[in-house]
């Protein structure tokens, strides 16, 4: 009984794992051609690349995307957002903070 259980629980594992990866590709084709709009097609800034200086100074948004030479001390100073490792339990070091990891933030920025 035990074993029909495990051996289900893998099979809808695969399965929702296999369905991510088809949609992750799916997306990442559709962007690459130029398709889509909005967060998906570049978070409404035509595609362009961000570096260095203009990432650190990009305004704060509830989906946040961690740039390069970023720290969540810094991320949580600039956006007003104390409790950032609360809000994201896939951040289990919050020294283990690298560029392109998305993160969701509660903005709360002085007036």
Not at 49 to 55: L, Y
Request: proline fraction near 5%; glycine fraction near 10%; hydrophobic fraction near 40%.
């Amino acid at each position: 009984m035990i074993r029909v259980m495990v051996w289900k629980s893998h099979t809808v594992a695969s399965y929702c794992l296999v369905a991510l990866l088809v949609l992750t590709l799916a997306g990442s084709v559709k962007n690459s051609h130029g398709g889509g709009s909005g967060a998906a097609a570049g978070w409404g800034r035509n595609c362009e690349v961000w570096r260095g200086k203009q990432m650190m100074e990009r305004p704060c948004e509830e989906l946040y995307i961690v740039g390069e030479g970023e720290t969540l001390h810094s991320i949580s100073e600039k956006c007003g957002d104390p409790f950032i490792v609360e809000r994201n339990p896939h951040i289990h070091d919050p020294d283990d903070v690298f560029p392109g990891l998305l993160i969701k933030l509660h903005i709360n920025l002085p007036e």
